[in-house]
């Protein structure tokens, strides 16, 4: 089940989204930080990140990405630092 590649912290972060259609990036950007993870600590060290606060992404994609990016860098999970390459 694809569910079982997540990390609890981006099962957290996919919870906390709609199931489908489209959101702004603030709001997955915000979930990433209120998750407490990987994706959390890159922000914290990258400060100067700006993120199109009113731009939309659809969910399915972000998701997509975001397993895109863990098998590239080789990692058995998608965590919410994969989420966080994911918006970029």
């Known amino acids: 089940m694809i ?4 990390t609890q912290r ?3 972060v996919l919870n906390s989204l709609p199931k489908e259609g489209k959101i702004t990036c603030s709001k ?3 979930q990433i930080v209120k998750s407490g993870g990987m994706g959390k600590n890159i922000l914290q060290n990258l400060k100067n990140i700006k993120i199109s606060k ?4 659809d969910i399915n994609d972000l998701v997509k990405e975001a397993f ?3 098998a590239k860098n080789e990692h058995m999970y998608v965590g919410t630092e994969h989420l966080l390459l ?3």
């Open 28 to 30: 997955v950007y915000s």
């Open 68 to 70: 895109y990016q863990a």
């Open 86 to 88: 994911a918006l970029f």
């Open 54 to 57: 009113n731009k939309k992404i």
């Open 3 to 6: 569910l079982d590649r997540l």
């Open 10 to 12: 981006a099962k957290s």
